[in-house]
């Protein structure tokens, strides 16, 4: 749209046209728009002159012939989405125009049919001589698309896409609520699936997710009258239970989990399902949103600690484990000091050619008594404690020194992609680390790309968006993570230095089971092409996923099915695997059509 508005622009009149020069006017415009594919119309006196076969469509009208005529009044409800009345709103819209030369706006307009088509609208004034008046070039664009894309993403805000279920937002929403009307008795019980990340390694992400909804619809079935379920993280459920005794809310516990330890068998795979649950009950001394939900995740901590399939009561005892808690702070700053972290990457494929671009960095701790963690073991830690700067910092050091091994071998990369955390925003010196990184090993900053996710750009707007545009004047191309698990308007996109959208894998996930998830894939596919910005799937675990992303023109992907996270040596043989055989390939084609 934005070419046809800057064309019309180009041949609005700089002067006063008399009524015969408005004629002929139309006949340019005619002539040169018929074929658009916005809508375009001109009115004079408050009638349709003349409009384009693509306005009379959307507006479901079966010729132009229809609208000539018509005022504007006739293809508008009576109200505005603001509650003013479309004609008293229209009045400002044009005034604008008039005064400013053109104007700018977002209209809903209403089909022959009755239907509701959101638009955004630019007036252009166009003076007539000797009259007071002007007749006005609209030109509009059918966003109803963005908008329903835009309001189911607002509301999975509070929904988790995978279980149909409350998310942790909403989670914290209903005991706000329930300790606001004064509840006299609050009951959490907070369940998670018991060695569930062997489960996603030796199954991968897709059975994961389907033994979830199971779990979720097993703990659904059975839910104590005013339970509320939702699923609070990714292997854990939590259920907010009011007006309860607590021995009895411990007995159901119990039974849940019970039931939850028995075999499942999803596409033809058997596995053994097993939870343990932590309880933390209200009391006059414990008011708080924050510490009730803390002591539910302690409790079910140390049931996991005593063995599977377990139930557990916060006790004075869990403030022990507190302690311990403490400790792995200690552990993590020794951790710094002893350079004990080290990277992993995911392949980023191109969907195409099936060939390796590029990379993501993800960070391990080689911890010298519990082994190889992964992040979720200790970066909230780290966040709670103010380590992650720190530990940030070495992350950016250790990608760029192996993003210049990989150019001194001649890796045919795009670029590696570093995860970038809200507290390394707020410390205001993410652009100076980074630059510095780079220079000290001589890397390229178009070699780099950093991640963030919607939920910071919501929350560290201003900050944020003045860092990442540093990067970007750097060279450094910035990546939206996990696109679709908050809320960000594309109008707002459009205002942002991003550079590519990775669709979160809950809707990729998904994609041969929900109908609704492939038209929101469709639409962000679609919505960020027309930004100017390279899509990558997340979580691509089967062929028809796969296959799926590539039909809808996305660029990228990265998932099990290609390569889970790896360390840097095998990382490199599958780029040049994929690469040798590539190239073999292309010495055989002369001889096939031989």
């Not at 075999?263 to 309880?279: E, F, I, K, M, W």
């Amino acid at each position: 749209m934005m070419e046809h508005q800057k064309l019309a622009r180009f041949v609005i009149p700089q002067k006063q046209l008399t009524e015969q020069a408005l004629l002929d006017y139309l006949e340019v415009i005619r002539i040169v728009f018929s074929a658009s594919p916005d809508m375009m119309w001109v009115t004079y006196q408050g009638r349709f002159l003349w409009c384009n076969q693509m306005a009379a469509n959307q507006l479901g009208y079966g010729s132009t012939e229809e609208l000539i005529g018509l005022s504007p009044s006739d293809i508008s409800p009576k109200y505005q989405p603001n509650q003013q009345t479309s004609t008293n709103l229209a009045k400002k819209m044009i005034d604008s125009a008039i005064k400013y030369g053109y104007h700018r706006f977002e209209w809903v307009h209403q089909a022959k049919t009755g239907e509701l088509v959101q638009s955004e609208v630019t007036l252009n004034a166009v003076p007539i001589e000797n009259e007071n008046d002007v007749a006005l070039f609209a030109v509009g664009r059918d966003i109803s698309l963005e908008k329903q894309v835009e309001d189911k993403l607002r509301l999975s805000e509070y929904t988790d896409t995978l279980t149909g279920l409350p998310n942790r937002a909403a989670l914290v929403q209903r005991i706000g609520q329930q300790m606001a009307i004064d509840t006299q008795q609050l009951s959490l019980v907070c369940i998670g699936a018991d060695g569930f990340r062997a489960l996603n390694e030796e199954y991968g992400l897709r059975i994961g997710d389907k033994v979830l909804v199971r779990i979720a619809e097993i703990i659904a079935d059975s839910l104590p009258s005013d339970g509320y379920l939702g699923r609070f993280t990714g292997d854990t459920f939590l259920v907010v239970i009011p007006n309860q005794r607590a021995d009895l809310i411990e007995a159901w516990a119990k039974e849940i989990i019970i039931r939850l330890n028995q075999r499942l068998y999803v596409d033809g795979v058997d596995v053994l399902t097993c939870a343990s649950a932590g309880l933390s009950h209200m009391t006059a001394q414990l008011h708080s949103t924050r510490a009730l939900l803390h002591q539910a995740e302690v409790a079910m901590k140390q049931a996991k600690r005593l063995g599977r399939c377990k139930v557990h009561c916060y006790s004075a005892e869990m403030a022990a484990q507190m302690a311990k808690e403490q400790g792995l702070a200690h552990q993590l700053k020794q951790a710094i000091n002893n350079q004990e972290f080290f990277l992993v990457y995911q392949p980023i494929f191109h969907l195409q050619s099936g060939m390796i671009t590029g990379a993501e960095a993800l960070i391990r701790w080689r911890h010298p008594e519990r082994g190889v963690l992964t992040p979720a073991d200790f970066i909230p830690q780290a966040e709670a404690r103010g380590l992650i700067v720190d530990i940030g910092n070495q992350v950016i050091d250790m990608a760029c020194a192996q993003v210049r091994s990989w150019i001194d071998q001649g890796l045919p990369l795009q670029h590696t992609s570093i995860n970038i955390s809200v507290k390394q925003i707020e410390n205001g010196d993410l652009v100076e680390v980074i630059q510095a990184a780079l220079e000290r090993h001589h890397v390229p900053a178009e070699s780099l790309e950093i991640e963030v996710t919607e939920t910071m750009l919501l929350q560290h707007g201003k900050s944020m968006v003045a860092q990442l545009w540093q990067l970007r004047q750097l060279g450094i191309a910035i990546a939206i993570d996990d696109f679709g698990t908050g809320y960000s308007s594309f109008a707002r996109l459009k205002n942002l230095p991003v550079d590519r959208v990775k669709i979160d894998r809950s809707f990729i996930s998904e994609l041969e089971r929900d109908e609704r998830n492939s038209s929101i894939v469709q639409a962000i596919v679609s919505l960020a092409h027309n930004l100017d910005m390279v899509v990558t799937a997340e979580g691509i675990e089967s062929h028809y996923q796969y296959q799926y992303m590539k039909s809808q023109g996305c660029e990228a992907g990265q998932g099990y099915l290609v390569s889970p996270p790896v360390p840097a040596v095998k990382f490199e043989y599958l780029v040049k695997q994929r690469w040798q055989q590539r190239e073999h390939d292309l010495e055989l084609e002369p001889t096939e059509l031989r």
